[in-house]
């Protein structure tokens, strides 16, 4: 309640066991936020949902993207920063526009989507890196994969559900299907 945003775990009564303010699970709270108003008709979890968002955007904003952690002060966590919380926050924002039609939502998605195609996304290479610098700049980590097929999978069906949103369903289809091919090639265990 002092801050507007979400622990990453609190005990049973209420206190925080990890004061951290995860990006990745900030995004599973709109999701749970935007279920449980769809199952129960409560609104005022439209207003939690918003909240949130408007959380995320006033503590977790970095020069570009988001942080993936803030301490319990609100200050960023040091991180290598990752493509998949900002895809997660994409999901969340695509639901919650579907549910309630709120442009603070779509605003969201929009951003991220541009992110991906700024950052994420290689077109010419065909490379959606899985790690980056501070500055949103592809690095490798040893020992850790560079490039995951599965992610691939996931960028291409949230493309293809912000492309419809806009009721613009080919918006994206000559890079989902590069990437797609490239995750198919790459993603099978042939043994």
């Known amino acids: 309640e002092e801050t507007g945003g979400w622990r990453f775990s609190v005990d049973r009564a209420g206190k925080p066991l990890d004061g951290t303010y995860d990006l990745y699970a900030h995004a599973f709270v709109l999701f749970a936020l935007c279920h449980y108003a769809q199952a129960t008709g409560d609104e005022r979890a439209r207003g939690l949902a918003l909240s949130t968002l408007s959380f995320i955007d006033r503590h977790f904003r970095a020069g570009a993207g988001f942080h993936e952690a803030l301490d319990e ?21 695509l639901f919650c526009a579907k549910v309630w039609d709120d442009p603070a939502f779509e605003s969201m998605a929009d951003e991220i989507v541009h992110l991906f195609f ?15 610098t501070d500055d949103l700049n592809p690095m490798a980590k040893d020992g850790h994969i560079v490039q995951e097929p599965g992610h691939y999978g996931e960028w291409i069906w949230l493309l293809k559900k912000h492309a419809a949103h806009k009721d613009d369903p080919k918006r994206y289809d000559d890079v989902c299907a590069k990437m797609l091919t490239w995750a198919n090639a790459a993603g099978w265990d042939v043994e």
Do not use: G, I, V
């Open 118 to 132: 700024t950052y994420f996304y290689d077109a010419d290479k065909n490379a959606l890196s899985e790690y980056f």
């Open 73 to 93: 002060n609100l200050s960023p966590k040091p991180a290598m920063r990752r493509h998949e919380s900002h895809m997660h926050l994409l999901e969340a924002c």
